[in-house]
T-cell receptor, first 113, second 111 residues
Framework: DVKVTQSSRYLVKRTGEKVFLECVQD?????MFWYRQDPGLGLRLIYF???????EKGDIPEGYSVSREKKERFSLILESASTNQTSMYLC????????????FGEGSWLTVV | GESVGLHLPTLSVQEGDNSIINCAYS??????FIWYKQESGKGPQFIID?????DKRQGQRVTVLLNKTVKHLSLQIAATQPGDSAVYFC??????????FGAGTILRVKS
């Protein structure tokens, strides 16, 4: 089975802190994604990556950055957390073939106080 | 595109009945669509997919219908069970592997 693992399920951080959300996949997938999920808004794409050291902005990249130093790991970074970044963050991965299924992790609940 | 507002549409069905969940997508150039199921506290799980060269695809107890003329997608669940209670999202594939999600529909199954 494909496994996408998000290391932190629940975090509470203070405004202005730097936050790292880590994601690891074990299926040698080329593509990795970070989404945030808010009530009534569905999943919104923050950043994605097609390959190591490559990144593309999604629909809501402001306030976030990402790092893909290794194929299996995709990190989401909040340089200075703000209360409006309180959300559930979902990591996902897929192979490079068009139309292949995207697999999700279990999510990281971040609260910024 | 995004939905506005804080309340997801909710579909309540009796156990054993069939469920139909609808979704409108935005990009006529999208050529691949997926339905996901998300249970409380978990990430979305793949249910079924369909390519734009098809108008119907069947899985186990689920059927997806695609109407490209009106940019509409539906998920039909036969003999709905309590374990089907979840939020269901449709997603369209844009620009390679970028998935764009709908806001979701809550399915509640009454026993």
């Amino acid at each position: 089975d494909v496994k996408v693992t998000q290391s932190s399920r629940y975090l509470v951080k203070r405004t202005g802190e730097k936050v790292f959300l880590e994601c690891v996949q074990d299926m040698d997938h080329e593509n990795m994604f970070w989404y945030r999920q808010d009530p009534g808004l569905g999943l919104r794409l923050i950043y994605f990556s097609y390959d190591v050291k490559m990144k593309e902005k999604g629909d809501i990249p402001e306030g976030y950055s990402v790092s893909r130093e290794k194929k299996e790991r995709f990190s989401l970074i909040l340089e200075s957390a703000s209360t409006n970044q309180t959300s559930m963050y979902l990591c996902a991965s897929s192979t490079g073939h068009l139309g292949n299924t995207i697999y999700f992790g279990e999510g990281s609940w971040l609260t910024v106080v | 595109g995004e939905s506005v507002g804080l309340h997801l549409p909710t579909l309540s069905v009796q156990e054993g009945d069939n469920s139909i969940i609808n979704c409108a997508y935005s990009n006529s150039a999208s050529d691949y669509f997926i339905w996901y199921k998300q249970e409380s506290g978990k990430g979305p799980q793949f249910i079924i997919d369909i390519r734009s060269n098809m108008d119907k695809r069947q899985g186990q107890r689920v059927t997806v219908l695609l109407n490209k003329t009106v940019k509409h997608l539906s998920l039909q669940i036969a003999a709905t069970q309590p374990g089907d209670s979840a939020v269901y999202f449709c997603a369209e594939l844009e620009y390679g592997n970028k998935l764009v999600f709908g806001a979701g529909t809550i399915l509640r199954v009454k026993s």
